[in-house]
């Protein structure tokens, strides 16, 4: 390692706390400065938010899901937006209803897709990157996320793993250690001054959730940036 880099990783282990340099390190793994080209083409991010009829997955159900791909320098790849009919409506949560403003009536208005056409679709869409690309698994809470999409994957005979790396990215955490110690959207979304998720559960969908987890991972990479640009480097790099 060349005296600069050693001299910018002292800079910055004076300049943070412990907790904050774990997320810094972190964001540093994921950010193009880190990676040789053939390491950044072969990583890239799954932001995925879903909107369900309940909290506990196996019992409730997906019922949208936003998908955005993008490089670990935040750049969009592509994205996906699935509306699908549950199996079992009456089992929807008020509480659920009240987020993503479900109902039988306005999904078939919507011309939501049964579950098995949703489950194709999705699976369609990411071999067009698992296969040639490390896929890493990011949302705004991820251990919810990740349980109704490993279930619904489950169900229609697919697996998680097929498609995702082991480890995942959840952004809240990443978000408290660089000061944002909230865990709500709006107060996150303040602390970088981005605007918040849509409320208003006849616009509030996994597409915009999706949206909002880029806009925040991108924010999070700018304070990334800000801190590199402030280290003061001395000497030269060696070989």
Known sequence: MGKAKICAIKAVVSASSLCELAVLVLLLIFSASTFAASDQDSRLLVHIDVETTGLEAGYHELIDAGVIVTTI?????????????PDHPERLDPGAAAVNGF???RWRSLDALEGAQGARALNAFLLKYSTDHQLIFTAFNV???QRFIMHFLKSHNLAFNTFFHYMVLDLPSMAWALGAKS???DGISAHFGIPA????PMLHTGETGAAFNVAL????????SSHQTGLVVQGKDQD
């Open 183 to 185: 865990l709500s959207g």
């Open 197 to 200: 998720e849509v409320k208003d």
């Open 217 to 224: 991972y991108r924010a999070m990479l700018g304070q990334l």
């Open 143 to 145: 251990g919810f996320d």
């Open 73 to 85: 320098d935040g750049d969009i790849v592509d994205r996906l937006f699935l509306r699908m009919m």
């Open 103 to 105: 109902s039988v009536s």
